[in-house]
């Protein structure tokens, strides 16, 4: 069966410094793989997905993420945070044949000091 | 064009009583999907629906849950004699269509049940 791993539970960063959220999955096919964002109470808001193609997705907000096949890793980038970025992210793999499910990782929360 | 709707925002229920979550899909969705978020965890998928069909089904407890999305109206999920375990955010999507085994999900504000 197909798994989703987030290696960081918490992660703190600097208003205006970079970051990096990581994900793994485990999955023999190529998957679909999602980055959706949590804000505290809410739902969970689409911010970029890979189907296929350029292996460097961008999406809203500013963010990116790269697919890279050889490390079954789908990590989402920013090169500058803003304090409003502070919630929880969470990593998504669905696969042909999967019958639509999605897979989701345990989440990462984001804090932004300012 | 609004988006995913699901009601009641919040629900409390007493252990032993039932349990009713609404979803709305988003205009021209005919595929439903239903998560469920317990504390410090991730979404587990639990039940996938197309207008009158069940599709998969493989997350759902064997017992006390069930799911449904009629031809007219909301998709509803229904959990009978709740038990304190069932508190958690039950979180509902939908996608326009299935194309390639995953269609982009478009998720709801979610249901807050609490069993006290």
């Known amino acids: 069966a197909q798994s989703v791993t987030q290696p960081d539970i918490h992660i703190t960063v600097s208003e205006g410094a970079s970051l990096e959220l990581r994900c793994n999955y485990s999955?023999?096919?190529?998957?679909?793989l999602f980055w959706y964002v949590q804000s505290p109470g809410q739902g969970l808001q689409l911010l970029l997905k890979?189907?296929?193609?350029?292996?460097l997705v961008q999406g809203i907000k500013g963010f990116e993420a790269e697919f890279k096949r050889s490390q079954s890793s789908f990590n989402l980038r920013k090169p500058s945070v803003h304090w409003s970025d502070a919630a929880e992210y969470f990593c998504?793999?669905?696969?042909?044949?999967?019958?639509?499910?999605?897979?989701f990782g345990t989440g990462t929360q984001l804090k932004v000091e300012l | 064009n609004a988006g995913v709707m699901q009601n009641p925002r919040h629900l409390v229920r007493r252990r032993g009583q039932e349990a009713r979550l609404r979803c709305s899909p988003m205009?021209?969705?005919?595929?439903v999907y239903w998560y469920r978020q317990l504390p410090e965890e991730g979404l587990k998928f639990m039940v996938y629906?197309?207008?009158?069909?069940?599709?998969?089904e493989s997350g759902m407890p064997k017992e006390r849950f069930s799911a449904e999305f009629p031809k007219e109206g909301p998709s509803i999920l229904r959990i009978q004699q709740v038990v304190r375990g069932d508190s958690a955010a039950y979180f509902c999507?939908?996608?326009?269509?299935?194309?390639?085994?995953?269609?982009?999900?478009?998720f709801g504000p979610g249901t807050r049940l609490t069993v006290l």
């Open positions: 999955y023999g096919a190529t998957p679909y």
């Open positions: 999507a939908s996608s326009r269509t299935a194309e390639g085994g995953t269609d982009t999900q478009y």
């Open positions: 205009k021209g969705h005919s595929h």
């Open positions: 890979y189907f296929s193609g350029d292996t």
């Open positions: 629906l197309q207008k009158e069909n069940i599709i998969d």
């Open positions: 998504a793999v669905g696969f042909t044949g999967g019958g639509n499910k999605l897979t």
